[in-house]
């Protein structure tokens, strides 16, 4: 690697940069990871990691004992900076940059000039320039020139992030093209997949294209399954079928779209081009429609039921097999369920948290529960995250209920 990026900061130890940051260490690379939470800074420094990943805890133990890889709550010196914060969208579905901004302002700081710079996060068209602007308005003694600034999107599936971020191919957008080969030149650690270089602004497009393709082909999914439900048709089975065509490759139905890719990168287009991301949008409003939908079922199957009656709510993740409830449209569910079903019980079943979500702390008619108890007390049975333990369950099982599956793995 080259000498002026033998030292990396990882700004954000979520998801994506704290495995980002174990691995370049696990590699040899000086790395120092910055988050604003006390917390899981000190656990990291511990060797402890503070969500769900297959894999991680193992490299970011071999990482922190051998004094590679540190975490603090104060953005540090560094050759490269990684930003990796969140980029959430606000009530009108545009972006809020305030994360990047933050990271902009604290690196900035530290700045001689030379440094490389590139976020990571998913972020609207221009979001890398801005990033740009932003240092440079900050450190107005540094030109253009004294920088290097690129995007590297993240093209990683959770529950596969360590095997992903080395094996995928990576998208390397520069702000110039001396950034992108110095980007390219720091994944190169650990990367070994193919490195495309392009520009930042179509680096960032790639990947919100990206996610806005699934969730179409989602959504036509979703559709298809209000669709069939009403004509009484099996949508998994129509689906199947259809699958069997050598050109068709549909994906599959759910509750929802959760997480903070697909469920949030669509509307950064819709935002950067309103008048004419028409099949994009619709596609979100489909997705989005759907828990409501699901909603929908369980009210009519707790009218039959009476009052008073148990549900078992299976799953609150995003996805299955990880304790990642961003966007999860499993959680939206229960916590409206809560609101409209007050005489109900509510017991949720999630094998990968611990305790209740904040979200839903506050209704007095829900429950984390044990899958064998909630199966022992519901009335109604809804299946919304597809984690290996519910699929592993014996159909007989849900024989005295009422079952709503919304995978399609009890068919």
Known sequence: MPRNLSRVAVIGLGYIGLPTAAILADHGVTTIGMD?????VAAINRGEVPFVEPGLREVLQRAVTSGTLSATTQTPEADAYIVAVPTPFTETHSADLSYIEAAADGIAAKL????????ESTSPPGATEHLAQRILSARPDLSADDILVAHCPERVLPG???????????IIGGLTPEAAEAARDLYAAFCKGEFLLTDARTAEMAKLTENSFRDVNIAFANELSVISHKLGIDVWELIELANHHPRVNILQPGPG????CIAVDPWFIVDAAPQDANLIRTARQTNDAKPEWVLGRIEQALESAGAGAT???LGLAFKANIDDLRESPSLHIAEQLARRAPDAQLLAVEPHIEALPASLTGFGNVTLS??????????????LVDHQVFKELPVSRLDDATVIDTRGIWR
Do not use: F, P, Y
């Open 311 to 313: 549900v078992a709510l």
């Open 370 to 383: 044990g899958l064998e108890e909630a199966l022992d007390r519901a009335d109604v049975v809804v299946l």
């Open 112 to 119: 001689t000039g030379g440094e490389l710079v590139i976020l």
């Open 257 to 260: 779209v959760g997480g903070h």
């Open 36 to 40: 604003v939470s006390e917390r899981n």
């Open 160 to 170: 596969k992030i360590m095997e992903e971020m080395i094996t995928n191919d990576r």
